[in-house]
C-alpha cells in the first residue's frame, strides 16, 4: 500500500477514515486499513493523533503512459481514453483549438484517436457547455442566443418543452468556485497528471471498473443521467472526488461518436492507480 497503519500505535480511532478524500481508508472488525484506492496524497497523516499512518513500501503508480496500458488491457478497450485537465494557461504541447467547437467532439476526438491533446476555453465554446465546467461563458448576442434556443432547444424536437426547464437540473450538481482558463483535453497516455478521465465502456467494461473501485471500499460507482454530456461527467468527478456514470445526451452522444452499447464513465485521477491494481483482483481476474 501507499501508506500503511502501524497496528501497535492504532487505536481504531476512526478519524482517518472521515478524512480521507479518496475514501480509501476502512474499518474490518476492529482494526482499520488503508485500502489500494490511497493516492499517496497523506492527508490522512494529519489527522493521526497516534502518528500510526505512515508511508509503505512503494508509491501509487502515477505513469500515465503504464496506467493506460493497463486499463485498456485489462478492459479490452479499443478507443482511447480522454484525460482532462484545467489549466490557467496553455502549456507547451496543447495544441489551441481553433473557432468555435464542442467540448464533447474534442473529447470524441480523443476516444477515436485523432488528435492529441487541445486546449479548450470558453471562447471554443458552441453551446453552454462551457459554464457546466466552470470555465465561464462567451459573449452571446440576444438575437443569436434567442435563435438558437428556440430552434434547438426548446419544444418539439428539441431538449426541453419549455425555457423554464432548461437550467433545472442544474441544481443536482455540484458547483465550481472559481472560473478556469481552460482545460487540456488530450490522451491519457500524454497527459501528464490529469484531473479527471473519460472512459467510452460497455456494460461489461463498466461492471468491471466499478467492482475494482467497490472492491476494498464498498463504495459505489452512481450515474448521472438527464441534462449535457459534461455536466453528467466532469463536476461530480473533479469537484466531488467520486466516480460517475453516464449515457450523456443526445449532443453528447453524436459529438463523441458513441456506440449504441457506448457509455461515459468520469474517474478522478488520484483513483485511477488503486482501480488499476484492483482490476487484477476481482472476480474478472478469473475470465
Given amino acids: 500500500m501507499p ?9 481504531a480511532c476512526g478519524t482517518c477514515i472521515g478524512n480521507c478524500p479518496n475514501r480509501a481508508i476502512v474499518r474490518r472488525g476492529e482494526k482499520v486499513f488503508v485500502t489500494s484506492m490511497c493516492c499517496d496524497c497523506g492527508h490522512c497523516t494529519a489527522y493521526c493523533g497516534m502518528r500510526a499512518i505512515g508511508p509503505g513500501p512503494q508509491k501509487a503508480q502515477q505513469d500515465v503512459e503504464k496506467l493506460n496500458a493497463a486499463i485498456r488491457k485489462s478492459l479490452g478497450l479499443k478507443k482511447n481514453i480522454a484525460a482532462v485537465k484545467y489549466a490557467d ?18 473529447c470524441g476526438a480523443v476516444f477515436d ?6 486546449f479548450f476555453t470558453a471562447q471554443n465554446s458552441t453551446c453552454a457547455g462551457a459554464a457546466n465546467l466552470g470555465l465561464g461563458t462567451r459573449e452571446t448576442g440576444r438575437e443569436a442566443y434567442d435563435v438558437i434556443i428556440e430552434t434547438m432547444v426548446v ?11 432548461l437550467t433545472l437540473g442544474r441544481k443536482n450538481f455540484p ?11 488530450g490522451p ?12 467510452p465502456v460497455n456494460g461489461k ?27 453528467a461527467t466532469i463536476p461530480v468527478a473533479f469537484l466531488e472526488n467520486r466516480p460517475v456514470f ?28 488503486g482501480l488499476v491494481r484492483n482490476l487484477k483482483r476481482t472476480v474478472f481476474s478469473r475470465e
Fill in 3 to 11: 501508506f500503511i497503519i502501524d497496528e501497535e500505535k492504532c487505536t
Fill in 89 to 106: 494557461r496553455r502549456p507547451k504541447g496543447a495544441t489551441p483549438v481553433a473557432g468555435l467547437s464542442f467540448w464533447c467532439y474534442e
Fill in 113 to 118: 484517436g485523432k488528435t492529441g491533446p487541445v
Fill in 155 to 165: 419544444g418539439d424536437g428539441g431538449y426541453y418543452a419549455a425555457k423554464e426547464l
Fill in 175 to 185: 458547483t465550481f468556485n472559481k472560473t478556469y482558463k481552460g482545460m487540456i483535453i
Fill in 188 to 199: 491519457l497516455d500524454r497527459t501528464e497528471q490529469p484531473d479527471v478521465i473519460l472512459l
Fill in 205 to 231: 467494461q463498466l461492471c468491471m471498473l466499478s467492482t475494482a473501485y467497490s472492491f476494498e471500499t464498498g463504495e459505489m460507482v452512481e450515474g448521472k443521467i438527464g441534462g449535457g454530456t459534461c455536466l
Fill in 246 to 273: 453516464s449515457c450523456g445526451d443526445y449532443g453528447g452522444r453524436r459529438h463523441m461518436g458513441l456506440a449504441d452499447q457506448e457509455l461515459i464513465a468520469a474517474f478522478p485521477f488520484r483513483l485511477v492507480p
